[in-house]
């Protein structure tokens, strides 16, 4: 018996809590508002209740056939019961969608700035700042790299000197154990000024000539057309890069003199050019 009690109270739920059958009741309830009104009168008997329910729903019907359906007792408040459950959820969705186009709208306007003549002012200053701090800093480089030829140059110098002297030394001398040591010395200082030297050589290029290879990908880019103009977005996405690192290799090329960059009114940014130095690096490197 107690198993019947809870599973006639289980169906009734599931009945019960159809999203359908609860709008049904409460528009019901609604547009049948007179009818709890009276049903609900203390000072009315019961047959003037019946007298006054009769009366209310005399005339509230609908004849199709043989068939007379009420019209606030059944008809009204299911047709609005499958609008809410059916029709209402589409309609929500639509103005929510409309929302978020709104809110993204608003997103787009409050991110664009445009910089006042006193920011583009102060931008630049620091622009160039920057652009004489770089100059400074390959002027210290070019010293650096003058001096070290110069140390080459008196390293090339001196092996010179030695191997002058192993040819008097052979001339002169008649100790083969001498020569043979002097020569060896003489060998031994030839074979580390030459690994000096080669040393020497690669850090020059190093710092001279070799660029990274992001540097290099863009000189490539501009060697398909010299006459380019670029942004600092579009290298982004060639170089896959974030805009800070990107702007960087960008500055490093234009403080190596191979590309240059001027501020662009209608683009309301830099924009970058390769230069004659930039092209004679694209021919010299083969980049093109």
């Not at 409460?26 to 019946?50: A, G, M, Q």
């Not at 030394?169 to 030839?190: F, R, S, W």
């Not at 890069?241 to 490093?252: G, H, Q, R, S, V």
Request: proline share 2%; net charge neutral; charged share 30%.
């Amino acid at each position: 018996m107690k198993d019947m009690i809870n599973s006639f109270k289980a169906n009734l739920y599931e009945r019960t809590t159809s999203p359908l059958l609860g709008s049904f009741i409460f528009y019901w309830i609604i547009c049948n508002y007179k009818f709890i009104v009276i049903l609900f009168d203390k000072d009315l008997t019961s047959e003037n209740k019946f007298v006054a329910i009769d009366n209310l729903y005399k005339t509230d019907y609908i004849s199709i056939s043989i068939l007379n359906i009420p019209i606030n007792g059944l008809l009204l408040p299911l047709l609005i019961a499958l609008a809410y459950v059916l029709v209402l959820p589409f309609i929500s969705k639509f103005i929510h969608k409309a929302w978020i186009w709104h809110q993204n709208e608003l997103k787009k306007i409050s991110n664009g700035k445009v910089l006042t003549e006193k920011e583009f002012g102060e931008l630049q200053q620091k622009y160039f700042e920057l652009e004489l701090s770089f100059s400074k800093t390959f002027s210290e480089k070019d010293k650096e790299i003058t001096q070290l030829r110069k140390f080459l140059d008196e390293k090339e110098h001196l092996l010179l000197e030695s191997l002058n002297k192993i040819d008097e030394y052979k001339k002169d001398t008649k100790n083969t154990e001498e020569l043979i040591q002097e020569n060896q010395k003489l060998q031994n200082n030839l074979k580390t000024f030459s690994e000096h030297n080669t040393l020497l050589k690669k850090e020059l290029d190093k710092t001279y000539r070799n660029s990274s290879d992001e540097e290099r990908l863009i000189m490539k880019d501009f060697a398909s057309n010299h006459k380019k103009e670029t942004t600092l977005e579009e290298i982004s996405k060639l170089l896959n890069l974030p805009e800070l690192k990107a702007d960087y290799i960008l500055k490093n090329l234009i403080a190596k003199r191979l590309l240059t960059n001027e501020y662009s009114p209608n683009k309301q940014q830099y924009i970058y050019k390769v230069n004659d130095e930039g092209k004679k690096y694209i021919v010299e490197n083969g980049l093109i």
